[in-house]
């Protein structure tokens, strides 16, 4: 595949599904050749043979992001010879009341998407760093992490540390050409959605709040795609003089 990407190498957590699979479609598209890193083996060999029948070049390594984040490092340098693009995506979702909510389930929120994003931030910014041909890094956090939201203090206080980082890390690696941004979408058609077997943006009640009442104003949840989109935008060449930026892709939720 040719493309605005090309001869770039991109490291996608959680790429076995929702929007990280919809992103590394999206940056093969464009040219970029993906290590697509997910716990999930099938769903992430599926994201591998959709970008191979498209034409482009893709790797699974199956990984958790709470352990392996060099791991996932080395199988890019060792495949395709560098990493140019690393996209903090994966991510974990439940409902749990403040009162109720174990202190390990919130461990468990903050060491998959919080330290997660650090780990495999520092272990791609140090191969980026080591090459010398600069880098994107790209956090995936959620209006989540700056709204306050019940029954998810967990997963939104886990985001908006998220957002905290994407700035430190920015001023960090800015002397190194590495930019760093986030998004925050708003909600997203992706399987996260679905809570015990129920697709929650078709229940009557988001329907009608967020929908006909246009609580979110485009009146719909995102498609992945159009997430990953925002992503490719951060990623590419087009984009110079933006680092330490969490972009809000919500729709007009949050406004
Ligand atoms: P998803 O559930 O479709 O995909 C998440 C992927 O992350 C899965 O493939 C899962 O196997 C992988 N994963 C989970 N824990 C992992 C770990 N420890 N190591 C490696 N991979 C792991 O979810 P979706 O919706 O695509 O979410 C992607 C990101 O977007 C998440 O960070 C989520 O918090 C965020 N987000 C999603 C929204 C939504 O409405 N779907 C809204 C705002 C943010």
């Given at each position: 595949?040719?493309?605005?990407?090309?001869?770039?190498?991109?490291l996608i957590t959680g790429a076995a599904s929702?929007?990280g699979r919809?992103?590394a479609?999206?940056?093969?598209?464009?040219?970029?050749?993906i290590v697509v890193a997910d716990l999930n083996e099938s769903g992430g060999s599926a994201t591998v043979d959709a970008i191979t029948?498209?034409?482009?070049?893709a790797i699974f390594v199956q990984a958790d992001v709470t352990r392996d984040a060099e791991r996932m490092v080395e199988a890019a340098v060792q495949t395709?010879?560098?990493?140019?693009?690393?996209?903090?995506n994966a991510g974990i979702?439940?409902?749990?009341?403040?009162?109720?909510?174990?202190?390990?389930?919130?461990?468990?929120?903050?060491?998959v998407?919080?330290?997660g994003?650090?780990r495999c931030?520092?272990a791609?910014?140090?191969?980026?760093?080591?090459?010398?041909?600069?880098?994107?890094?790209?956090?995936?956090?959620?209006?989540?992490?700056?709204?306050?939201?019940?029954?998810?203090?967990?997963?939104?206080?886990?985001?908006?540390?998220?957002?905290?980082?994407?700035?430190?890390?920015?001023?960090?690696?800015?002397?190194?050409?590495?930019?760093?941004?986030?998004?925050?979408?708003?909600?997203?058609?992706?399987?996260?959605?679905?809570?015990?077997?129920?697709?929650?943006?078709?229940?009557?009640?988001?329907?009608?709040?967020?929908?006909?009442?246009?609580?979110?104003?485009?009146?719909?949840?995102?498609?992945?795609?159009?997430?990953?989109?925002?992503?490719?935008?951060?990623?590419?060449?087009?984009?110079?003089?933006?680092?330490?930026?969490?972009?809000?892709?919500?729709?007009?939720?949050?406004?």
């Amino acid at each position: 595949m040719s493309g605005m990407l090309e001869g770039n190498v991109a490291l996608i957590t959680g790429a076995a599904s929702g929007i990280g699979r919809a992103t590394a479609l999206t940056l093969a598209r464009d040219g970029s050749a993906i290590v697509v890193a997910d716990l999930n083996e099938s769903g992430g060999s599926a994201t591998v043979d959709a970008i191979t029948a498209a034409g482009g070049w893709a790797i699974f390594v199956q990984a958790d992001v709470t352990r392996d984040a060099e791991r996932m490092v080395e199988a890019a340098v060792q495949t395709f010879g560098h990493l140019d693009i690393l996209v903090n995506n994966a991510g974990i979702f439940y409902t749990a009341d403040l009162l109720d909510v174990p202190f390990d389930e919130w461990v468990r929120a903050v060491d998959v998407m919080y330290f997660g994003t650090f780990r495999c931030s520092q272990a791609a910014a140090r191969q980026m760093v080591r090459q010398g041909t600069g880098g994107r890094i790209v956090n995936i956090s959620s209006v989540n992490g700056f709204l306050g939201m019940p029954q998810s203090s967990h997963y939104n206080s886990a985001k908006g540390a998220i957002d905290q980082l994407t700035r430190c890390l920015a001023v960090e690696l800015a002397p190194h050409g590495i930019l760093v941004n986030g998004i925050a979408p708003g909600f997203v058609e992706t399987p996260m959605a679905i809570v015990n077997g129920v697709n929650e943006h078709e229940t009557p009640e988001f329907q009608e709040f967020y929908v006909r009442r246009r609580r979110i104003p485009l009146a719909r949840p995102a498609l992945p795609e159009e997430i990953a989109e925002a992503v490719a935008f951060l990623v590419s060449p087009r984009c110079t003089y933006i680092t330490g930026h969490t972009l809000v892709v919500d729709g007009g939720l949050s406004i």
